[in-house]
């Protein structure tokens, strides 16, 4: 059987035959380049019982490698001192931090995790060299623990002096301009979310990152790490215990930020998906898998799940010559009353999108959204980058629930990351970027628990007040969906049926935790359709996140030029007709932008790789629709602080206002602003309200009281 002290006579054999030149090249362009990376499945095609030793006794026979590497180098005539890096390692090494236990300590495993947390770089002596102050000895001590500084006892008698440190004999100097040091960082990774339980904490883990690995990751990154778990005593009060902390010594890294590389999806999956997206009637079954719990039917429902569909697959992020850069992440606020099924909408989009996350706005701050400085994160009293919940859904959709209970300080935060898609930190020392490419689905709750209808005689009721929300916050929205509570007997019925039918069908919780019964969406894990309450064809929520990861990281639609006259004619003629309407919705640059982006969403659903004109046409209806019901709803889309009935309502008045002072001598009389203000449909409360604002604003002056001026 082949041992630990064979494994240099091995590497030594492996290199020689497979990799002679490529460790040439290596040697001369050390310092550049100081690791060699090789792929476990060479090592494992080479010599299966060698590659079965390097993975059950990692770190000797690594560290032969190393020194068989340098043997070689300096036999080539270059003094390098190169170290290996094996990537690649076999599914059975695949281990989920969780699953990371005693039995895996000191065995070389590969784990798919999240950054979440780095702390600043250090050196580490990696071999010491002491002096004796008695003698002038030198003694070179390993230094494998990177938590303690192992300082030598004694002098030997062979070159030294023989005398002990202990008693005070003679003491050691650490001569660290002589000494081998390394870069060395911590990082926190945390499992991958897919991979949690529900009603579980996510499992952490701090691993070492030594030499040219130190620097290499930031907050926020997807990676596969291959390294050695290993134990250091736990200490408490100073004192040792006889439990242990596992920590893992990284070897090597493998970035895992391809878009939903971690969806694994087969030929004959995607074949189905191809199946699937030939159907006549592939927008109803979206809809009707996206929430099926939700009532399906309602006319503004169903738009609203169209619009999540659209999130969903998203348009195409582009990056310029310039260095500039257009999302394609589509952004949607729900602005409802309570029990509208908002949270449950947001839970669902959540789970069911690709790297998702929920969050609740109340319960989070800017920090917790964005990212943070965090001090004392590895007991060296120094500041470390955290990532929050917009940063770990990089490439993927964050919910933000309660959107209305951030703080104002919160929300600022949010403008960066939404329009920009990226966060710049600048705290404790610490100056970095992290990117925050996900689209975000919001919900928000009026200020008084309900929405009031608007009485333009009073402003407290207008729409931007009933919501604590900023209108630039608002404008970083591609859509913004008004769901009130209206009473509908009809409507009601529909909705208490529909929701019994949902309760009927449920599993008990009790008979899943006690083991009578299964989940039930384990039983649907490699089905493709399932029913919903009515019977319908419904697609299960495996399957509709693999059609959404092979969509979104296959196609990445184009647009010609019919498609741009489409969008560019209807973005020019609503911009046109939106001061003539009193209760027209503004459009500005970001309108034309978004509809571009539920245009090529629409392509990725049929999986096309070019955008239709067909998409643009409905891109627009999407655009109208949500419009038209904010309009019904009064809401202000272009963000100025006053609906636009009533910016209409001065306008007219202001006008009324001056033309009266320019035909009676430069001044006017409250009663003849009313008779003709009646006659184009103000009464006199509405002129009393708007003369008084343009007072106050300074826009009018009044002498005397019922006496107007323009100033």
Request: proline share 5%; with cysteine; aromatic share 6%.
């Amino acid at each position: 059987m082949l041992q630990v002290h064979d494994s240099a006579a091995r590497w030594r054999s492996f290199f020689e035959e497979t990799c002679a030149n490529e460790i040439s090249t290596l040697a001369a362009s050390w310092p550049r380049q100081i690791a060699f990376t090789q792929d476990f499945a060479q090592i494992q095609s080479w010599d299966v019982p060698f590659a079965e030793l390097i993975l059950n006794h990692p770190r000797a026979t690594i560290r032969n490698a190393d020194t068989v590497l340098a043997t070689l180098c300096r036999e080539s005539g270059y003094e390098a001192n190169p170290r290996i890096r094996i990537t690649g390692l076999p599914p059975d090494a695949l281990h989920k931090l969780r699953e990371i236990s005693s039995e895996e300590v000191e065995t070389f495993t590969t784990s798919e995790v999240i950054v979440t947390k780095v702390s600043e770089l250090k050196p580490r002596i990696y071999n010491a060299i002491f002096t004796c102050t008695t003698c002038g000895n030198t003694i070179e001590i390993s230094q494998p623990n990177e938590l303690e500084l192992i300082e030598p006892l004694e002098c030997p008698e062979t070159g030294g002096c023989g005398r002990r440190r202990a008693g005070g004999q003679t003491r050691f100097d650490l001569r660290w301009e002589d000494s081998v040091m390394i870069d060395n960082q911590w990082i926190e990774v945390q499992e991958l979310p897919e991979n949690v339980k529900p009603g579980s904490q996510p499992v952490r883990l701090s691993v070492l990152a030594e030499a040219e690995l130190a620097g290499k990751h930031v907050p926020g990154e997807r990676i596969r790490i291959n390294g050695i778990p290993y134990v250091r005593t736990l200490k408490r009060g100073g004192a040792k215990t006889p439990m242990f902390d596992i920590y893992i010594s990284l070897h090597s890294s493998e970035r895992k930020n391809i878009p939903l590389e971690e969806i694994e999806i087969t030929p004959s999956e995607i074949e189905e998906i191809e199946k699937v997206a030939d159907r006549d009637d592939l927008v109803e079954l979206f809809v009707r898998s996206i929430a099926p719990s939700i009532i399906v039917g309602e006319e503004k429902m169903n738009w609203i799940k169209k619009s999540l569909v659209l999130q969903l697959l998203g348009g195409v992020a582009r990056k310029f010559d310039d260095g500039t850069r257009t999302r394609g992440d589509i952004h949607i606020l729900l602005l409802g009353d309570p029990g509208v099924a908002k949270s449950q909408i947001l839970s669902f989009m959540g789970r069911i999108s690709p790297r998702g996350r929920f969050t609740t706005g109340g319960g989070t701050s800017a920090a917790g959204l964005t990212a943070a400085a965090v001090r004392d994160a590895f007991n060296d009293g120094r500041f470390s980058l955290e990532a929050g919940a917009l940063v770990l859904a990089d490439l993927g959709l964050c919910a933000v629930d309660e959107f209305d209970k951030m703080t104002p300080d919160d929300r600022g935060a949010m403008h960066e990351a939404m329009e920009q898609q990226r966060i710049n930190i600048n705290k404790g020392g610490i100056s970095a970027t992290m990117p925050t490419r996900c689209a975000v689905l919001a919900a928000a709750n009026p200020r008084d628990g309900r929405f009031k209808d608007v009485d333009w005689g009073d402003p407290s009721t207008y729409l931007h007040k009933q919501i604590d929300l900023p209108p630039p916050l608002i404008s970083r929205f591609d859509m913004v969906w008004m769901i009130q509570d209206s009473v509908d007997k009809g409507r009601d019925r529909r909705i208490g049926e529909h929701i019994i039918r949902v309760k009927r069908k449920g599993v008990p919780e009790h008979l899943i935790e006690s083991g009578h019964s299964v989940e039930p969406d384990a039983l649907l894990k490699d089905q493709i359709f399932t029913t919903d309450v009515d019977g319908n064809d419904v697609l299960t929520a495996d399957f509709l996140q693999k059609y959404v990861a092979h969509a979104k990281r296959t196609y990445h639609p184009t647009s010609d030029d019919k498609v741009m006259t489409i969008l560019v004619d209807h973005y020019t003629e609503k911009r046109q007709k939106m001061d003539d309407d009193v209760n027209s919705v503004s459009l500005t640059a970001r309108s034309i932008e978004a509809t571009l982006r539920m245009a090529e969403a629409r392509a990725r659903l049929y999986l096309r790789e070019y955008v239709t004109e067909d998409d643009a046409k409905q891109a627009i209806a999407m655009d109208g629709i949500w419009r038209h019901l904010a309009n019904d709803s009064n809401i202000n889309s272009d963000h100025t602080g006053v609906p636009k009935r009533a910016q209409s309502a001065e306008r007219t008045i202001m006008a009324i206002v001056r033309n009266l002072c320019r035909e009676l001598d430069g001044e006017c009389t409250t009663p003849e602003v009313y008779n003709v203000g009646l006659e184009q449909g103000f009464d006199e409360e509405t002129i009393d309200r708007v003369l008084n604002n343009m007072r106050n604003r300074g826009d009018l002056y009044s002498p005397r009281i019922g006496l107007w001026r323009l100033n």
